[in-house]
């Protein structure tokens, strides 16, 4: 759990997640692995050609002579069967596969949250007296793969009666990007207090937690 920020600072414990530069991939293995093959055909095709036009060239008034160039030196290594081998160790690879990791960057309030009076609890984010609060959040994906229906879940509780607010915002979210989500408006009540939970909806395959939830005690100044 972190504080949200006074005066409307970014959040600052969003942790990094482990470095890697594979992602998910839209290719089945099978698709990869005839796509590949394919290449190799048609890089072994290329020096066939190539070679005709050595010959060419040497048969030719002047005899000139080309450099020699070879793409493929083992033919075997490109064959379906060899590549699918390479294909299956590269999609059961714990280190490339992909993975889920949504966070949140920055939590806003509007209106915000005002400087910590002297002897107030720093734990309480004091605002001016309104009816109605918004909450904005960026939320990164430090996965590998992109995220279709990135969500967050914002739950306001009134302190003195107990009831309590929730609302969902989503987006599509690519891998390694930000973005910001849709302002989650609640109504409230000037003089009270509330407890506000922003958390992020984990993606299944997500084990990471750090920086996935925010709370932070709110208490609504009385009405002048």
């Known amino acids: 759990m972190q504080p949200i920020p006074v005066a409307d600072a970014p959040v600052t414990a969003s942790p990094s997640a482990p470095s890697t530069t594979s992602h998910a991939s839209a290719l089945t293995a099978g698709q990869a692995t005839n796509q590949i093959a394919a290449a190799g055909v048609l890089l072994a095709r290329s020096d066939n050609l190539y070679r005709s036009a050595q010959r060419a060239f040497a048969a030719a008034a002047g005899h ?19 590549v699918a081998t390479q294909i299956d160790l590269i999609a059961t690879s714990p280190t490339l596969a992909a993975t889920h990791y949504l966070l949140l960057r920055t939590v806003r309030l509007d209106p915000p949250a005002l400087p910590t009076a002297q002897g ?16 904005t959040t960026v939320l990164g994906n430090d996965g590998t793969t992109d995220e279709p229906h990135a ?8 302190q003195a009666t107990g009831a ?7 987006a599509p979210l690519a891998f390694g990007a930000s973005v910001t989500l849709p302002t989650a408006t609640f109504r409230v009540n000037p003089g009270t207090a509330y407890l506000l939970t922003v958390a992020v909806i984990l993606p299944t395959g997500q084990a990471a937690t750090a920086g996935t939830v925010l709370q932070q005690a709110l208490q609504v100044a009385p009405a002048t």
């Open 64 to 82: 000139a002579r080309l450099p020699k160039s070879v793409w493929v030196t083992d033919a075997g290594l490109w064959q379906a069967g060899t």
């Open 120 to 135: 107030a609890p720093a734990t309480v984010s004091a605002l001016s007296p309104t009816s109605h609060i918004g909450v």
């Open 151 to 158: 969500a967050v879940r914002f739950t306001l509780a009134n």
């Open 164 to 170: 309590t607010a929730t609302q969902v915002e989503s």
